[in-house]
Nanobody, 123 residues
Framework: VQLQACGGGLVQAGGSLRLSCAAS????????LGWFRQAPGKEREIVAA????????YYSDSVKGRFTISRDNAKNTVYLQMYSLKAEDTAVYYC?????????????????WGQGTQVTVSS
């Protein structure tokens, strides 16, 4: 599966953005999906993930209550709605996919990656 992320940009602290990640292929619904981010000088970390049926989601503590992950299997797209953005949310955001039943939380467990989209939050 090929992934294409978009929707990043420059936003003021307290603002919102919605990232999208479109996938190719006809088996999108077989994949768990995740959003990761990498800030300058830091390791890539998981932000949120969603199971292939949308029945389960996971959020890191740093974004819980502010970000929402969702997917539209008919459109082969996963979204990350981000509210109340903070300067520390500034990073390159990546979407990832793995054909599995559960919700992988580590990047090593995702086989497919998008190219990343930059999110910059000004304080």
């Amino acid at each position: 599966v090929q992934l294409q992320a978009c929707g990043g940009g420059l936003v003021q602290a307290g603002g919102s953005l919605r990232l999208s990640c479109a996938a190719s292929g006809r088996t999108f619904s077989f994949y768990a999906l995740g959003w990761f981010r990498q800030a300058p000088g830091k390791e890539r970390e998981i932000v949120a993930a969603i199971s292939r049926s949308s029945g389960s989601t996971y959020y890191s503590d740093s974004v819980k209550g502010r970000f929402t992950i969702s997917r539209d299997n008919a459109k082969n797209t996963v979204y990350l709605q981000m509210y109340s953005l903070k300067a520390e949310d500034t990073a390159v955001y990546y979407c990832a996919a793995q054909a599995t039943v559960g919700i992988p939380r580590e990047q090593k467990n995702y086989a497919y990656w998008g190219q990343g989209t930059q999110v910059t939050v000004s304080s």
